[in-house]
């Protein structure tokens, strides 16, 4: 079992920069692939990015490629989401989320675990 909690959102002016933190319980995280998510209000959730167990391998939606990172410490059971260049169309809840079978998955219907989400709002 794995408990995932996400932290980091908050209001940022358009072109400002936020970064998310994914923290999980359970020792087996460091297996996941672990994913970002997010759903703005009236729209169905959409994925972001995604990244292998081990970081070596990540994906990214076009919509956020280039402006934002996904990246790990297995260490600390932590997973982050880097924003910069945020835009008006980035606001949502942001939910992490960990599958077992460690394929960066884009439906998240196939991921096993999800946060409660953060709030990002991005001002014009």
């Known amino acids: 079992q794995v408990q995932l909690v996400e932290s980091g959102g908050g209001l940022v002016q358009a072109g400002g920069s936020l970064r998310l933190s994914c923290a999980a319980s359970g020792r087996t995280f460091s297996s996941y692939a672990m994913g970002w998510f997010r759903q703005a209000p009236g729209k169905e959730r959409e994925f972001v990015a995604a990244i292998s167990s081990r970081g070596g391998g990540t994906y990214y939606a076009d919509s956020v490629k280039g402006r934002f990172t996904i990246s790990r410490e297995n260490a600390k059971n932590t997973g982050y989401l880097q924003m910069n260049s945020l835009k008006p169309e980035d606001t949502a809840i942001y939910y992490c989320?960990?599958?077992?079978?460690?394929?960066?998955?884009?439906?998240?219907?196939?991921?096993?675990?999800w946060g409660q989400g953060t709030q990002v709002t991005v001002s014009s």
């Open positions: 989320a960990a599958n077992r079978n460690n394929v960066l998955y884009i439906n998240g219907h196939l991921y096993d675990y």
